[in-house]
């Protein structure tokens, strides 16, 4: 049964980097923090990056299939963010099975909140746990709207 929460419905297509030229780990998250720096500014956009990237220093979140899920509790942020990057040539990124990552799903959300941020990395895991060649689809997206096309294409799959 598929997980309650969507990622279409948690995404906007203004959170999603399309073939990212980032050649390190540290690098991509660090652009798909960029993103927020409208909504978050400068000064918070580096402190959540300083987050998320100390807690991809304890252990990575490369999951393995070409796939990472980095993410971050913090009180800098009041609303739960998920942003996703894809990169063609892939990134080392310390994943599970020693492969390159080429499809990030980052999630940041506040502190005082669990139940969605857990909700929305199950949602993740789920995605990708039946499809171990979905980074090699989500990377043929050529635009954000394509990406989130194949995105409810492959959520219509898991509920049917």
Known sequence: ????????????EKHIIIHSSCENAEDVLREMIQVLL????????????????TRERVKSTGIG????????????????YCLV??????IEFKAL???PVSLFFLVISPDFT??????????????????????EEFNKA????EFMEILKA???????
């Open 65 to 80: 299939y070409g796939v990472a899920v980095p993410h971050a509790r913090t009180a800098l942020v009041k609303q739960l």
């Open 97 to 99: 099975d020693g492969k």
């Open 114 to 135: 669990v139940g969605p941020h857990l909700n929305i990395i199950s949602a993740i895991s789920h995605l990708v746990g039946k499809n171990t060649g979905i980074s």
């Open 154 to 160: 492959e959520e219509e799959k898991l509920i049917s």
């Open 85 to 90: 990057a894809t990169s063609e040539k892939g």
């Open 1 to 12: 049964m598929y997980s309650i929460v969507r990622l279409s419905e948690q995404l906007s």
């Open 142 to 145: 050529l635009s954000p709207s």
């Open 38 to 53: 409208s909504e978050l500014g400068p000064e918070v956009c580096e402190d959540v990056a300083k987050a998320v990237i």
